[in-house]
């Protein structure tokens, strides 16, 4: 059932919004005539390699200097692709990534490589199910651009204030997934888009149904500056991303 519900959103979704898209894709063309996607590979399902798709919101190699988290002040970001990233548009794409089967809708995010490989021994029971386009940490860190913005090393903040809560969420969700439970999530993902508070309390009330401990739910309501923690499976804050 969930893989049938996988094709015939992102089937719906792609046909849906390929007018937008359409405009897009000429409007980034335009803009430097280069292409207008951005394919890159990820980690997926039992540490498969796979072509993540989305339209193109930096420039032109800009994934050669080697930083992997994006700030919202981050220089490779083009004009158009500000406009694409606020609206979410580059996620968009990867409807067609749920379509031929390489990620579902909902599921732990895929990641890079040179993350993984940093994974705990807990971290990478998150490569046990297929990757999604959302899930519980998608909709607490829908802010993650404006979150890393003042930080000198936007890789190392992620794995020092994103990861572990990321990490701890998307452990949480494989021990809980259910059909219910995904579409709650596909509702509340839909939700965010027009307000992200309304966003976050459901979110955080559909994880305390599902038993999340008390940590897990303060962490995941956002009321609190986020602070410096240890990934799942560590006792010590990273402190370099050198794995």
Known sequence: MKRLIDILVSLVGLLALSPVLCIFILLIWLHDGSTPFYVAPRVGKKGKLFNMVKLRSMTTRADSSGVDSTSDNDPRITSIGRVIRKYKLDEVMQFWNV?????????????VQRETAMYTSDELHLLDVQPGITDFSSIVFSDEG??????????????????????????????????????????????????????????????????????????????????????????????????
Not at 195 to 215: F, M, Q, W, Y
Request: net charge positive; proline share 9%; aromatic share 8%.
């Open 99 to 111: 379509l031929i089967g390489d990620m579902s809708l909902v599921g732990p995010r895929p990641n």
């Open 146 to 243: 404006k979150i890393l913005r003042d930080y000198a090393d936007p890789d190392l903040a992620y794995n020092q204030l994103i990861r572990p809560i990321k990490s701890r969420l998307g452990l949480f969700y494989i021990s809980t997934q259910s059909l219910s439970s995904d579409l709650c999530l596909l509702f509340i993902t839909f939700v965010s888009f027009f307000s992200r508070h309304l966003a976050l309390r459901l979110n955080v009330d559909l994880l305390r149904i599902l038993g999340a401990n008390p940590e897990l739910l303060v962490a995941s309501s956002r009321r609190y500056p986020l602070v410096p923690t240890p990934p799942p499976g560590l006792q010590t804050i990273v402190s370099t991303r050198i794995c």
